[in-house]
């Protein structure tokens, strides 16, 4: 059993360009999410999706950010017009809805804006 | 609302050494889940124990034990002849029934242990 996948695992941008990560869940697991974790700080939970429904989304999650899970499999999670404030590593975890399934979550990517 | 409160920061001990990690929650469900993670120098979280709000019975796992207290909005984490391979943040997370799956996490407690 795989765990969860994220990629890349660091990415370097310059301020104001768009970026895309990817996270590969556990293949059993119906839930996704995604939290962001700056330095020094516990993660703060973005958003969630159930099979490919969004259903929970952050008041951290501005309109820049956009999460997608087409087909309920694979998500995305994209940032447009980065800013100094976005850097970060961003953290996806999945986890089985049945019976509250703890999350288990992915490397991270770290995000470094410039 | 949820809240985690890890009131230590940072502890230091010598192998061998016991150490308890605390963790204190507010919540207004009746039904809920506590989590503890730990988070290595690599980075990754991993998922040490998860407890519903109807079972305070304590758990132990190896050198690892978790004390549930409703009466005190405790979940406090006991360490039992540390390791230098424990040293890492560890946090306390909550996730409520009726706010989802979010978690809220604590904002960790940096465990070093010394040789």
């Known amino acids: 059993d795989t765990g969860v996948s994220q990629n890349p695992r660091h990415k370097i941008t310059k301020r104001g360009q768009n970026v895309t990560f990817r996270c590969d869940p556990i293949s059993e697991h119906n839930r996704l999410y995604w939290y962001r974790q700056t330095l020094g700080q516990g993660p703060e939970f973005l958003t969630y999706?159930?099979?490919?429904?969004?259903?929970?989304k952050s008041r951290l999650l501005s309109d820049r950010f956009s999460a997608e899970r087409p087909k309920g499999s694979f998500s995305t999670l994209e940032i447009q017009r980065t800013e100094q404030g976005d850097s970060a590593m961003y953290l996806c975890a999945s986890s089985l809805e049945r019976g509250m399934g703890p999350q288990h979550f992915g490397d991270g990517t770290r995000l470094s804006i410039l | 609302a949820q809240k985690v409160t890890q009131a230590q920061t940072e502890i230091s001990v010598v192998e061998k050494e016991d150490v308890t990690l605390d963790c204190v929650y507010e919540?207004?469900?009746?039904?809920?889940?506590l989590f503890w993670y730990k988070q290595p120098p690599s980075g990754e979280l991993v998922f040490l124990i998860r407890?519903?709000?109807?079972?305070?019975q304590n758990e132990i796992s190896g050198r690892y034990s978790w004390n549930f207290q409703k009466s005190t909005s405790s979940f406090n984490f006991t360490i039992t002849a540390s390791q230098v391979v424990d040293s890492a943040v560890y946090f306390c997370?909550?996730?409520?029934?009726?706010?989802?799956?979010?978690?809220?996490f604590g904002e960790g407690t940096q465990l070093t242990v010394n040789p």
């Open positions: 407890r519903n709000s109807f079972d305070e």
């Open positions: 997370a909550l996730s409520e029934k009726t706010s989802g799956s979010r978690l809220t």
């Open positions: 919540t207004r469900d009746t039904t809920y889940y």
């Open positions: 999706f159930q099979n490919e429904a969004q259903l929970e």
